[in-house]
């Protein structure tokens, strides 16, 4: 496609991440000129508050929402569930623009979209690596990068104010085992034209080593494989193609069979079949109810659950109620996988189930069997010098990496004026030899519940939360419309206050009390001295006597009934 | 003292676990003759449910209560509340024994028992490592260890059967700072008598390189204070004395000035000073309303909150909230410990918080400043090869750090028939040839909840995991005694469930199933078909109506009011 001259903004350009800046996940990047929106990655944030019934965490699309016509289309650097998560949300919320994304990513989004009813109905156009894209204010130049996983990218875009460089999630990978290493030309030439600003993945801005390769797994799955006394379960991140396909590989060389087990790994074996990542396995693969049909040593199991959830294959396996696979002595598990934060007590508990089974497991804390899919600092460094911008953003990461990327573009000479540590909701105008930061948006995030998918307000969380922590109390009572005297109750039920054992005489005192508040106020009618507030008087009450008897103030719900 | 004969006992010895076996944290052990029972440590568990309320876990006494006329003493290995912590509920529940324990570990229970009145009540009897205590069935003699903690014993315990040694938590430290190295001919000697039993601490038997010396990180706190340009916060376990005194003998050697900041911190440095392990510090201790006399690049703060505990000292200082501690630019904090698993996202969170103030941050993943109080691989085998026990079991962690210890101690020797990898509430026999499992208590324990330390049933904890899940709906009615018909409501409240924009129709919905079910409940009764269940069909009706809404069963409470 032929570039044609940009059109110049009348207001200065604005680059607004509304999620991925200050965390790790959700990530959403807006570039506004005044004229046309384009908006980079869609993500959600996996929630450590799912006990309180939250599924996840999205971007608040109200920014893009109120400009949805500027919105020209949506870029998805790769595949993974903090970049494409909340796809679904936006288009609900009534953005509706083109989506630009790779052909694996195209895949995951259109699987993630058939959930919500929506795969028919977007305008999904798939780039290849080093395509262009031409808007009337934004050129966008797709660039390939290593990353977790297949067909990430990285974009290059020309804007009328000059070019800007949003490297998405990367590493540097000399054996990716599917695809090239990332070409350092493309950024190289970039940086030769002049990059105004760079927009670069810190998630592992706080390691001191280059990232290992992909390809460095190979040989640890081979002596692994080859050693196995009997059937070997690997548990990895579904998404992860490259290495399902090194198992693939090794396999068919070593004539095992791989059966595969978790709905999201069937997934996406499927769609790398779609595309060719992963081919010629109709010999390789078998069904989970064929295990016991071949020598246990032969076997291999893909399994989903590394990170210890629970409702996962291997969480099955590690309690016995898997109902294909049975582990025993001899069985090998591998965890090729990190422990994501937060998860480390879930999948602690799975490890220990495991060995309990007899099985030997190998995990990071004694066998690292899996590499990040992040850019360390040596990388992060070659990346600022091959682009040398005028401007820094360091992207993707909660503050602290921002702080150590940010650290490490001074060591490569950008000096502290041209670097900007944002997060979201932050406005930055960008001109050609201005980069900073104007404007604030009120930084909301939209909690997510349940199957539904629908929202939760932050006042509904804090009444779970206090739920949760300290039970309920009702009290009833029915009054008499007309003399507005109480003819019925109290009567007082407890939820989650206390053992039954001493429910008994908590619900006598806290019903005496009811009767003594119910007294006064019916003397005060009685004297005509008018109403006092019947339920704030037992809220009040009661919270006190039961932070007298149990140190904590419970949810306290009177309910007076009118008859 | 001078030893005596032991008497035999009729009943083979019993070495029960009630805590710290297949979990870091609680640590108790039984050991029990015909006539006499010791037990070794009485500690508790920090839980990862405080948000239902449950403070902390500790063991179920119930085994030692029935038998607390032949327990001879509570013997604790060292200070730590994993080890000490669940003291006054054990003396709570009836449990009356001399308690037996090194200085510093006294001066701790002391405190400790001072919160639950019990501090005269106790008859507390303090040990000099290599003093020999003498009961009728058992001869304990103690000896040092190293360990993050000062005054960490192991216990050398002979009884008629033969010896066992409990190492409690321990390491080998060339540079403790505070004391001497652990005595190897100490556990030579007394493998060479004959050990038939060695229980060893496990928590560190994944790390592959010898655990690191105490000592090691006073020339990493030297560079670092002398070149501090600010404030320099050190937040560690306020438990580590020999941290505590190399920071004091640094400031000393450098002219700065210490203030505390925390209760627990306060606490032990007071105490530390008590039995001169801290001496000499009135030139360099000062309050921390005085800091503002003196040159900010002078200070040192000693501070609580390493493991991003929301009410501790460094967490309000990362919020701006601490009275007397601004962190600005130029500023240090040091996080001299590990993190805790479970704890990661508190943690990070307060990182990210003191960034943000402008101090620099030094933690785990960017700058060691913390070494582990517990034996890595290379020691723990030292330990197996000091002692070459007939019979060994190891303790103190998870099942896969047990599976592991169990792992080197083949490498040394020892044949799997003499290993024994037990649980909690595993009741292990031994006797002069044999060491196996003949039972296993109902393993249960005990939740804490609240100031007042009251006991919480796991259906309690259910009740609110629920609530705090799903929130709750209450339906209300009244009905007629004589007639069974309902006179008023329903009357529905929604606690929790969804956001209030979505309330109205819900509860309004919610209404009308009630109703349906009155109706139909009420037909019943006129055609004399007796009574169905108005609160059963309720409950069913309305957890269905929720889950096809909302994608979820709430909590449902139907009341039915008499009158």
Known sequence: MKSTALKPSKTPLKVIPIGGLGEIGMNCMILEADEEILVIDCGLLFSDLDHFGVEFIIPDFTYLRDRKDKIKGIFLTHGHEDHIGALGFALKSGIDAPIYCSTFTSLLVRERLKEYDLNDKVDMRVFKMGDQIQFKQFKVTTASVNHSIVDAAALIIDTSVGKIIHTGDFKIDPV??????????????????????LLSDSTNAEQHEHSMSEGGIYPKFEQLLAAAEGLVVISMFASNVARMSQIFTLAKKMKKKIAVCGRSMNQNIALAQEIKYIHDVQDVLVNL???????????????????????????????????????????LVLMSSKMIPGNERAISKVINELFKRGAKVLYESVHE???????????????????????????????????HHADLARETGITDDRIQIVTNGSVVELTPDSCK?????????????????????????????KLGETGVVFTLMVRNKESRLIISGPEVILKGIVNEAQEGWLIEEAKNIVKKIVEEYESNINRGEGESDLQEDVRVELRRFFNQNLGKKPVVVPIVLEM
Chains 1, 2 share one sequence.
């Open 176 to 197: 990716p085992f599917i695809g090239t290493e990332l070409d350092r030309n493309v950024f190289k030439k970039a940086g030769d034209e002049g990059v105004l600003l």
């Open 289 to 331: 109810d064929e295990l016991k049909n071949y020598p246990r040593n032969e076997l291999i199991v893909l399994s989903t659950g590394c990170q210890g959830e629970y409702r996962a294959a291997l969480a099955r396996m590690s309690i016995g109620e898997d109902k294909n696979i049975t582990l025993q002595q001899g069985d």
């Open 369 to 403: 069997l899996h590499v990040s899919g992040h850019a360390c600092q040596p990388e992060l460094k070659e990346m600022l010098k091959l682009v040398r911008p005028k401007f820094f953003i360091p992207i993707h990461g909660e503050y602290r990496h921002l702080v």
């Open 437 to 465: 930061v104007t404007d604030k948006l009120e930084e909301t995030r939209v909690l997510i519940e349940g199957r539904e998918g629908s929202e939760m307000t932050k006042l509904v969380l804090k009444d779970r939360r």
